[in-house]
């Protein structure tokens, strides 16, 4: 199986994001995202390729320094979990200790090591079996955050 970056980073937010973005493909287009979309021209992007759980992940790593993973963000940290997954993923992929999340508009650096790889296998491990089965069942913790509300059958609020 094979599932991008951005994939297993929405599933780990939200098992039901990720149904709607992914599967259902359903889209959804923010004047943030647009900032983001001008943001990421500037990025010296790297391909990554991740090998977990028997899944091939895919993604663009926004910047490499010597010693990290430069993920450009023009949103709120409130999606922090999401992000720090999406940086992991590309850290491992190109065996980096660190991960600097820049929330560029707001002046905020959030800098850590990567989430283990044993989390990133589970989750993995979850992502393959939901797929599967096609059961996606919400995160309701993450609902009151969530850009897709209106067209999630679960919305909390």
Same mark, same amino acid.
């Given at each position: 199986?094979?599932?991008?970056?951005? /994939?297993?980073?929405?599933?780990?937010?939200?098992?039901?994001?990720?149904?709607?973005?992914?599967?259902?493909?359903?889209?959804?287009? =923010? &004047?943030?995202?647009?900032?983001g979309?001008?943001?990421?021209?500037? /990025?010296?992007?790297?391909? =990554?390729?991740?090998?977990?759980?028997? /899944? &091939?992940?895919?993604?663009?790593?926004?910047?490499v320094k010597?010693?990290?993973?430069?993920?450009?963000?023009?949103?709120?940290?409130?999606?922090?979990?999401?992000? =720090?997954?999406?940086?992991?993923?590309?850290?491992?992929?190109?065996?980096?200790?660190?991960?600097?999340?820049?929330?560029?508009n707001?002046g905020?650096?959030?800098?850590?090591?990567?989430?283990?790889?044993?989390?990133?296998?589970? =989750?993995?491990?979850?992502?393959?079996?939901?797929?599967?089965?096609?059961?996606?069942?919400?995160?309701?913790?993450?609902?009151?955050?969530?850009?897709?509300?209106?067209?999630?059958?679960?919305?909390?609020?």
């Open positions: 199986m094979k599932f991008s970056v951005s /994939a297993v980073s929405d599933y780990d937010f939200c098992p039901h994001l990720f149904f709607l973005k992914h599967i259902k493909k359903v889209r959804r287009y =923010t &004047q943030k995202m647009r900032q979309f001008e943001a990421h021209k500037g /990025a010296d992007e790297v391909w =990554t390729r991740l090998e977990v759980a028997g /899944a &091939q992940i895919n993604g663009r790593a926004d910047f010597e010693d990290r993973i430069v993920e450009l963000k023009i949103s709120n940290p409130v999606f922090w979990r999401s992000h =720090t997954m999406q940086a992991s993923l590309y850290a491992h992929s190109l065996s980096k200790k660190i991960i600097d999340i820049e929330y560029r707001l905020l650096n959030l800098i850590g090591r990567p989430v283990e790889m044993s989390r990133i296998q589970e =989750t993995v491990e979850r992502l393959k079996e939901d797929t599967a089965k096609m059961g996606f069942q919400p995160n309701k913790r993450s609902c009151y955050f969530c850009g897709y509300k209106q067209f999630c059958q679960y919305q909390q609020y």
